[in-house]
Nanobody, 118 residues
Framework: QVQLVESGGGLVQPGGSLRLSCVASGSIASIDVMAWHRQAPGKQRELVASISSPGTTYYVESVKGRFTISRDNAKNTVYLQMNSLRPEDTAVYYC????????????WGQGTQVTVSS
């Protein structure tokens, strides 16, 4: 019904930058909320950042000032610009979409690996 496809992960040195992208496709009129979650080995999945359709954003404290979430509603795409990356940012990053007009309303991408290491 709805597919989310992430891209942009990879290996980067501490202090480096990466930009993640996620494109949603399918029977979509509009997406209420798009977000990025991450899951590190042995840890629970956590919400990193979210953005509503009008553009209201949320960031987990650990990424404030370093990560920026944005979206292109016309392209059903969400981005995560990650700067000043740290080893503790290493995780699989998952794209998420909440679409209130669909049943079910919640959708996840397959995940993209981000590794921060020297």
């Amino acid at each position: 019904q709805v597919q989310l496809v992430e891209s942009g992960g990879g290996l980067v040195q501490p202090g480096g930058s990466l930009r993640l992208s996620c494109v949603a496709s399918g029977s979509i009129a509009s997406i209420d909320v798009m977000a990025w979650h991450r899951q590190a080995p042995g840890k629970q999945r956590e919400l990193v950042a979210s953005i509503s359709s009008p553009g209201t954003t949320y960031y987990v404290e650990s990424v404030k000032g370093r990560f920026t979430i944005s979206r292109d509603n016309a392209k059903n795409t969400v981005y995560l610009q990650m700067n000043s990356l740290r080893p503790e940012d290493t995780a699989v990053y998952y794209c998420y979409a909440f679409i209130s007009t669909l049943t079910p309303p919640r959708y996840w991408g397959q995940g993209t690996q981000v590794t921060v290491s020297s």
